[in-house]
């Protein structure tokens, strides 16, 4: 048995832990006898290897059980850290450099171990040691260089990532970390170049098209990267991993479609693969289309029904679908298997915030960020600030790690934004909002010109002639309320109120307008996306819309006498709108379009719905802004139907007289719970996730005046908006 204990370390320590796991299994089948050491190590593996469940079940056998020897006290460090208990790994690592047979590997684990419990100083050192100890160990000239680029010492990070590629070329962390830090030094053409020249000495290999397209993403080429990883597809037919890797690449730059094309590539390679069938599950989820994804994932756990990440996706799927009490059990089923991980319990907070259990949210972002450094993040996002310094810096290093992909340091970037700005640091908030914006914008597709013109057809069509001629279109029910306006206007605040009335019902932003726009063209048999075609329409086509819009409301509620939609962007389908809803009621909501800019610049919004790629740069927000107030006064000028404008600013300050506008133009009597709005229980999931939980406020008004210095791209595009012609209730 010691053979082969050290024939299974040998293989494992020399970068080889598959071929480690091959032997341990084989030994365990044999029948022959299993020890304590040999079975933690057997758990090690399992659990790198992606074995979770049956790895943990073999370091809990064990993990209790005194190490003997140094080598097994470190192995055993090793377990701990996998079981994410730090302290007891930090514990046995440091009696063992503390005596006389400590090795590269020890003081690895150590820096590893500190990095883990947020030790930037402690873990160099550890790694510096295991460099010394083990100079001709590229894994630790890597790890090195991780914990300089946490420190931003990107110079000296990227010797050390050199000297790792000289003595392992092939050391993919390596490889990937090296061109990361090449971008941020604003080296990316040699960084390109080099591996450019790689690929052409070695035009058969797919792994180096491989890196090549990432380092092409990296560097804003999303069509380049996409071209080398079709051929690295073609190169390696029978591999899964360029196809997960373009699926990828369309999923973050937000093409959606093609990244379902691509899975769906893999899929037909192999079509049980536990990554793929995950991934187009994941994949139709974002899309909207929840009932398929929901068929993928139960096509995934009857092939491997033990798979962590199929149940995870699965309480996704539901929190998505608005499922969130089953969301909640499924999460808290995996929690009792794994108490222990961080995404679990940030998404089982999320799911709590959004019903509005802030208080338990908090105390799962707590947890989470333990493990997490992203987890603080949903903290702020549910207004529990860390108060702690020390995790404060902890958020801003991991803002600045280069290694760490951009979406994620974004993410923690609009995170720290918000934190500074409740701490009235409106300087320091604008400086990570403005990098997390610069970040997130790398990835956005978003062309201002592009979306004047769509505002300007719109215009042309719907004219007044246009809807005096289908005067009669539409189905005659006055159930679906519209409430549109810019994001952060207001919309989720009037929804609150509306919803708080026992005859309304809040329905959310809901996907259908934009759902009946897209597929408009193919009922018009037309070629061209909307609006153009709409001449065409008739009465049929209209009332089968609001047929297909009406059924999707029963489905929602049955009960209600009125139903709100809050979808923000449809102010721009409002013709459309009147003319399958004649009696609709729309609500339209005003704000001062600086404070609107700046609200919008402090979100992290998912461009899911294709339409808020304008909030990531304060130039395009003022292009939005102009159009939205030209698209509106020409809706008044032209409109059959009523639009109600209602002024946030005048909402804030006279809640009462506001609201009783809003609920006499709806058509229902006065109830005295719409002033409690915010102890309606409801779940909301829009950035107004935490205000909507609160009494009325006016903090948010002349927002902007914080950061006035700032705005100069705004201010050079943004025009005074035009006054539309409102017209008041009919007394009738």
């Not at 037919?237 to 690449?249: K, N, R």
């Not at 409301?553 to 939609?565: G, N």
């Not at 059959?640 to 005048?650: A, D, F, K, Q, S």
């Amino acid at each position: 048995m010691d053979q082969v204990l050290n024939n299974v370390r040998s293989r494992y320590l020399a970068g080889e832990p598959t071929e480690a796991l091959a032997l341990c299994a084989e030994h365990v089948k044999s029948g022959a006898p299993v020890g304590p050491h040999l079975q933690l190590l057997h758990g090690i593996l399992q659990v790198l290897e992606g074995e979770s469940a049956e790895g943990e079940a073999n370091l809990r056998a064990v993990i209790q059980i005194p190490p003997a020897t140094t080598d097994w006290a470190s192995d055993l460090a090793l377990g701990h850290f996998l079981t994410r208990d730090f302290q007891a790994s930090k514990a046995l690592l440091e009696e063992i450099v503390a005596g006389p047979d400590a090795d590269g590997v020890a003081y690895g684990r150590l820096g590893a171990t500190f990095l883990a419990l947020d030790d930037q100083a402690a873990a160099k050192e550890a790694y510096r040691e295991a460099v010394r100890r083990e100079p001709g160990r590229a894994e630790w000239h890597h790890n090195l260089a991780v914990a300089l680029v946490r420190e931003q010492h990107l110079e000296e990070a990227l010797e050390n990532l050199d000297a790792a590629l000289r003595l392992k070329p092939d050391l993919s962390a390596a490889q990937a970390s090296r061109q990361r830090v090449l971008i941020s030094l604003e080296r990316a053409e040699e960084a390109v170049a080099q591996m450019e020249e790689q690929v052409r000495k070695s035009p058969e290999d797919a792994g180096l098209r491989l890196h090549l397209a990432r380092l092409l993403e990296l560097d804003q080429r999303p069509q380049e990267a996409a071209g080398q990883l079709r051929e690295a597809s073609k190169l390696d037919e029978e591999s899964l991993a360029p196809y997960l890797e373009v699926a990828g690449l369309f999923q973050r730059w937000g093409m959606r479609p093609q990244a379902l094309k691509a899975l769906k590539r893999a899929e037909s390679k192999d079509p049980e693969a536990l990554p793929v069938l995950d991934a187009v599950a994941k994949a139709q989820n974002e899309m909207g289309h929840h009932k398929a994804a929901m068929a993928t994932v139960e096509k995934g756990l009857e092939l491997h029904p033990d798979a962590r990440q199929l149940k995870f996706t699965r309480a996704l799927i539901y929190n998505e679908s608005d499922d969130f009490d089953t969301a909640e059990k499924e999460l808290r089923a995996l929690l009792e298997v794994y108490p222990g991980d961080g995404a679990l319990l940030s998404t089982l907070g999320l799911t709590l915030m959004w019903v509005g259990r802030i208080d338990e949210a908090i105390e799962c972002f707590e947890q989470a960020a333990k493990i997490n450094p992203m987890a603080l993040a949903h903290m702020v996002t549910a207004r529990a600030l860390p108060e702690d310094p020390a995790a404060v810096e902890r958020m801003e290093r991991f803002a600045a790690n280069t290694l760490l992909p951009d979406d994620v340091r974004a993410a923690m970037g609009f995170a720290l934004a918000e934190l500074w700005q409740k701490r009235k640091d409106y300087d320091k908030a604008f400086t990570h909002v403005n990098e997390a914006n610069r970040l997130a914008h790398k990835t956005i597709v978003y062309d201002h010109k592009t979306f004047s013109q769509q505002v300007a057809a719109i215009m042309k069509i719907f004219s007044a002639d246009f809807f005096e001629a289908r005067k009669d279109f539409g189905d005659p029910s006055e159930r679906p309320v519209f409430v549109c306006g810019m994001p952060r206007s207001g919309t989720t605040l009037v929804e609150q109120i509306l919803s708080s009335h026992p005859e309304i019902h809040g329905a959310g932003e809901l996907p259908l307008m934009p759902t009946i726009v897209r597929l408009m063209p193919r009922a018009l048999q037309v070629n061209k996306p909307y609006p153009i075609g709409m001449r065409r329409i008739n009465n049929a086509i209209a009332k089968g819309a609001a047929k297909y819009y009406l059924g999707n409301l029963d489905l929602i509620d049955k009960d209600a006498r009125f139903v709100v939609d809050k979808m923000p962007h449809n102010f721009l389908y409002l013709g459309l709108i009147a003319l399958m809803f004649p009696n609709a009621k729309i609500i339209h909501l005003q704000r001062d379009p600086r404070d609107v800019a700046v609200s919008n610049y402090f979100q992290n919004f998912k461009t899911r719905h294709g339409m808020l790629g304008y909030a990531f740069d304060l130039a395009d927000m003022g292009h939005h802004l102009n159009d939205h107030a030209r698209l509106m006064a020409h809706w008044h000028e032209v409109l059959p139907v009523e639009i109600y404008e209602c002024n946030y600013e005048e909402l804030v300050q006279d809640q009462a007289r506001k609201t009783a506008e809003l609920l006499q133009f709806v058509g229902v009597d006065w109830d005295e719970d719409v002033l409690a709005f915010h102890k309606t229980e409801r779940a909301v999931r829009t950035a107004s996730v935490w205000q909507v939980r609160q009494p009325m406020y006016q903090t948010s008004a002349q927002k902007w005046r914080r950061y006035e210095q700032f705005l100069g791209p705004l201010d050079e595009v943004l025009l005074e908006p035009p006054a539309p012609q409102v017209r008041t209730q009919s007394s009738g």
